[in-house]
């Protein structure tokens, strides 16, 4: 995806209607103008990187540390979503509305792991602390490049893993 690949400037019109092999015209057909086109895969990213993932989850159920590593690997993992996810983020920087719309997206991921972790610490202020870092932890293990020291990077997401949901 475009967005992924080369971030929301490099979303066009034109451009995209070339790489479809359809005409500008017969993108419009499609889309009213660039922001609808903008609006739908806002949609699109929203309702698979949310709705999607707590449908699975629920599913395919577990318990509650087996329901975050799922809803984790299915978000932060995926070759498809974690490259919209990160472009998105990018995005949200430079637009108000979505930053608003990231903003919905993380709220929902946060419920589901206070929800969670809240299953086996019963301290609120804990349940918040541990949920915020595990989330951390799923986005910034994807710019972090430091070394771990004789460690693997799997090895060590492992541990911080095992130390967040107490295992």
Request: aromatic share 6%; net charge negative.
């Given at each position: 995806?475009?967005?992924?690949?080369?971030?929301?400037?490099?979303?066009?019109?034109?451009?995209?209607?070339k790489?479809?092999?359809?005409?500008?015209?017969?993108?419009?057909?499609?889309?009213?103008?660039?922001?609808?086109?903008?609006?739908?895969?806002?949609?699109?990213?929203?309702?698979e990187?949310?709705?999607?993932?707590?449908d699975r989850?629920?599913?395919?159920?577990?318990?509650?540390?087996?329901?975050?590593?799922?809803?984790?690997?299915?978000?932060?993992?995926?070759?498809?979503?974690?490259?919209?996810?990160?472009?998105v983020?990018?995005?949200?920087?430079?637009?108000?509305?979505?930053?608003?719309?990231?903003?919905?997206?993380?709220?929902?991921?946060?419920?589901?792991?206070?929800?969670?972790?809240?299953?086996?610490?019963?301290?609120?202020?804990?349940?918040?602390?541990?949920?915020?870092?595990?989330?951390?932890?799923?986005?910034?293990?994807?710019?972090?490049?430091?070394?771990?020291?004789?460690?693997?990077?799997?090895?060590?997401?492992?541990?911080?893993?095992?130390?967040?949901?107490?295992?």
């Amino acid at each position: 995806m475009v967005l992924a690949a080369d971030g929301v400037d490099a979303v066009r019109v034109e451009a995209l209607a070339k790489r479809l092999g359809v005409t500008k015209g017969g993108f419009y057909g499609y889309f009213a103008d660039r922001d609808a086109l903008l609006e739908a895969m806002l949609d699109t990213w929203e309702r698979e990187s949310t709705d999607e993932v707590l449908d699975r989850i629920e599913r395919e159920g577990g318990d509650p540390k087996e329901k975050i590593h799922l809803a984790g690997v299915l978000t932060f993992s995926s070759d498809r979503l974690l490259p919209i996810d990160l472009a998105v983020r990018a995005w949200a920087r430079r637009a108000p509305a979505v930053a608003e719309r990231l903003r919905r997206v993380d709220n929902r991921r946060m419920d589901l792991l206070r929800e969670m972790i809240g299953t086996f610490c019963d301290d609120p202020d804990e349940v918040e602390a541990r949920s915020t870092l595990a989330f951390c932890v799923a986005i910034g293990e994807h710019f972090l490049v430091a070394d771990h020291q004789g460690r693997t990077r799997a090895e060590v997401l492992a541990r911080a893993a095992d130390l967040l949901l107490n295992r």
